[in-house]
């Protein structure tokens, strides 16, 4: 069986502005739960996920997939929440409560 060197992919992804909350959909196509890794590294969200298979001729595949994604500035990291279904990853973040809000004039 031979080995071949990994093949390296940017997922499909999103992050979308849903208001009280953002959500980061990453599509990561036949992998497991157990081969998917989310990491906050400062103000980025780091996804890493592999597949290994055995090809038809017989060799030996791996597909390792990375994206990264700069956490909005009103985004509150504590929050986090992710879940794993069906090759797509979800990952939520509300935001935070502080910020810019209006001022009632007396």
């Known amino acids: 069986m031979s080995i071949r060197k990994?093949?390296?992919?940017e997922p499909l992804a999103d992050?979308?502005?849903r208001g009280k909350y953002y959500l980061v959909t990453v599509d990561l196509p036949h992998v497991n739960k157990e081969n998917v890794h989310i990491y906050l590294d400062g103000d980025a969200i780091v996804v890493h996920a592999e597949?290994?298979?055995v090809a038809d001729d017989g060799s030996y595949?791996?597909?390792?997939?990375?994206r990264e994604f700069t956490v909005p500035e009103d985004a509150d990291t504590s929050t986090i929440k992710v879940?794993?279904?069906d090759?797509?990853?979800r990952i939520?973040?509300?935001k935070k409560r502080e910020g810019k809000?209006?001022?009632p004039i007396r």
């Open 87 to 89: 090759g797509i990853l």
């Open 92 to 94: 939520t973040m509300d």
């Open 15 to 17: 992050l979308t502005d």
């Open 83 to 85: 879940s794993f279904k």
């Open 101 to 103: 809000r209006e001022i």
């Open 61 to 66: 595949n791996r597909v390792v997939y990375d």
């Open 6 to 9: 990994p093949f390296r992919f």
């Open 51 to 53: 597949n290994s298979y």
